[in-house]
């Protein structure tokens, strides 16, 4: 008992003003019975290069359609590669414009794994660093895609002693609804195996992040499920009523699927029964971190990195692939 009350207080001095209740702005709620139908093209849009990204390119982060940040991995360190398309499917990669910097706090494994949003006239990417199992989530800022500042430390911390994301914060998914941006992201805990679930943070300046206090929003699920071994990787957007997230299930064998949940305020979530597998050689074990661009309310654009081996971390053969989403309303799609 006496230990629990300590933990706790060591919790709530730890999190001062650094946690908060919060809502996203809440939503009316749409026709319960919709879902989305997943309609992927069978050949991936971005395939391993010969420098950054000869063993995996992963991690899209898309903007319009037409501007691609992705996670390039060479076989020791993964970065923040640029891309351009005029339709979303052909790219033209523009090199290597992230690498982590071992004299700061980012140590040399990574600079990627990000999230980028146009604000103010310059890209903001929100992209992880740190040391393996200890990742932190860092911020740079640019005019041109191009050259980069990156903010001197990082901006999303790890929890403290005891709570559900102590040991690493990963894999920022970051939108803005004025006045703030909201960031949801992975948090790893210390347990053996470790946890990894999903929380949200809010912030007005992109840089000084309140967690919600309430975090967890999302829980593996039970045993036997395509998600019981980890969550990660979400991608949020509002249609037709409702909050939808698209996000990374690991299951036991380490193979990865994208589940969809709804809410209609961004922290009580709804698990649906939509489970999005790769059907081709390329993805046949891994389809993961996907990126949505909402075109209007009948057609939803994602782009997500799919692999051959499964493996929860790199050297999977990563390629990205190209996805549409279309609502269906479930009781006529039975």
Not at 7 to 17: D, E, H, P, V
């Amino acid at each position: 008992m006496r230990r629990r009350a300590l933990l706790a207080a060591s919790f709530l001095l730890g999190g001062c003003g650094r946690y908060a209740d919060f809502t996203l702005p809440p939503l009316a709620g749409g026709e319960p019975g919709t879902t989305y139908s997943w309609e992927p093209l069978k050949t991936p849009v971005v395939e391993p290069g010969a420098r950054w990204d000869t063993h995996d390119a992963l991690n899209p982060s898309v903007i319009d359609g037409r501007e691609m940040f992705y996670s390039g991995y060479d076989g020791q360190t993964w970065r923040t590669l640029y891309a351009h398309s005029g339709d979303g499917i052909h790219w033209r990669k523009l090199g290597a414009v992230l690498a982590p910097d071992a004299k700061r706090w980012e140590g040399s494994y990574i600079a990627a794994n990000g999230s980028a949003l146009r604000h103010t006239g310059l890209f903001w990417y929100w992209y992880v660093a740190g040391p393996r199992g200890a990742h932190r989530i860092g911020l740079a800022r640019s005019a041109d895609g191009l050259s980069w500042t990156k903010e001197p430390g990082p901006v999303l911390e790890t929890g403290p002693r005891g709570a559900w994301d102590e040991c690493a914060v990963a894999d920022p998914y970051v939108t803005r609804i004025d006045p703030y941006f909201y960031m949801f992201y992975l948090g790893q805990d210390r347990a053996r195996p470790p946890q990894q679930r999903l929380g949200l943070a809010r912030s007005r300046d992109g840089i000084h992040w309140q967690k919600l206090r309430t975090n967890p929003i999302s829980e593996l699920g039970d045993h036997g499920s395509f998600d019981e071994n980890g969550l990660g990787e979400p991608a949020v957007w509002s249609a037709r009523g409702f909050y939808w997230m698209l996000y990374t299930g690991r299951d036991a064998s380490e193979n990865r699927r994208i589940g969809l949940a709804r809410s209609t305020d961004g922290i009580h979530w709804r698990k649906l029964p939509a489970i999005f597998a790769g059907s081709e050689a390329w993805n046949s074990k891994v389809i993961c971190d996907p990126s949505v661009v909402v075109v209007d309310t009948k057609e939803v654009r994602v782009w997500f990195g799919g692999g051959n081996i499964a493996r929860p971390d790199e050297n999977l053969n990563g390629q990205i692939g190209y996805a549409v989403l279309r609502p269906v309303d479930a009781t006529l799609a039975k």
